[in-house]
């Protein structure tokens, strides 16, 4: 029930800017797509069926890299955790927002040991945050590093679909996450996660491919242009 009103809002808030701020035609896909990446987040994040709970104390989860630190933990096998001390310091700075800091201390910890699987993905994430969200040849170099050392593992390929999203590339994010999970073995740590994401984000996909195909139709009724479509199919690929 909750997705009918996301989706309602989304499409007065469209109606809006074409009737009300008479927004020119051709801004008409910009305007679908930012709200496809709201309708994204939304999906990713929200959690409309949980019951609501008092805040712990100590905790700032308006930080967003603070759920990123606690699912990059989740994703790993124990036996998986970076070893290195600098790693849990890099974590603190990222969650009091400083993102440049924290990736300068992993990228120490990343030339002195290349093999440290986590502290690869951590560094990724931190660059990405540094750059507000935009998914920069450094952080993506940093998640490629980590799926060399382990090229079945479903955590580096899950932060390089979170910063494809928020970028808007919805499709190629998609398409990574359903390959990660087809190449990862069964029973593979986060598995559950990866797949629950994927499952919101299809959903939000058809939802926004079903609204934009109820809006043709009725243009096509009236008889007044329909707007332009966004990609943001579930069954697109990758370029």
């Not at 007065?12 to 679908?32: H, N, T």
């Not at 069926?49 to 905790?59: M, N, R, Y």
């Not at 990222?94 to 924290?102: D, I, M, P, S």
């Amino acid at each position: 029930m909750i997705w009918l009103v996301v989706i309602a809002l989304a499409a007065l808030a469209f109606a809006a800017g074409v009737v009300l701020f008479r927004i020119e035609k051709g801004l008409w896909s910009s305007l679908l797509a930012a709200l496809a990446v709201g309708l994204a987040g939304y999906a990713l994040q929200a959690s409309p069926g949980l019951p609501s709970a008092p805040k712990v104390a100590g905790e700032d989860r308006s930080n967003p890299l603070f759920d990123v630190v606690e699912v990059r933990r989740d994703l790993l096998a124990k036996d998986e955790h970076s070893r290195a001390d600098f790693i849990v310091t890099a974590d603190a700075l990222a969650r009091e927002g400083r993102y440049e800091q924290a990736a300068q201390l992993l990228a120490s910890v990343t030339r002195k040991n290349p093999q440290d699987f986590e502290a690869w993905i951590a560094e990724g994430n931190a660059l990405v945050e540094h750059a507000d969200g935009v998914l920069t040849v450094p952080a993506l170099y940093a998640y490629r590093q980590a799926a060399e050392l382990k090229p079945r593992h479903l955590a580096p390929n899950y932060f390089l679909g979170v910063a494809l999203i928020r970028q808007g590339r919805f499709a190629e994010a998609r398409q990574v996450w359903a390959d990660s999970l087809a190449a990862a073995p069964e029973g593979a740590t986060g598995r559950e996660i990866v797949a629950q994401q994927l499952e919101r984000l299809d959903a939000m996909l058809t939802a926004v491919s079903q609204q934009m195909e109820q809006e043709r139709s009725a243009a096509a009724e009236s008889g007044v242009p329909a707007a332009p479509s966004a990609p943001v199919s579930p069954a697109s690929s990758a370029p």
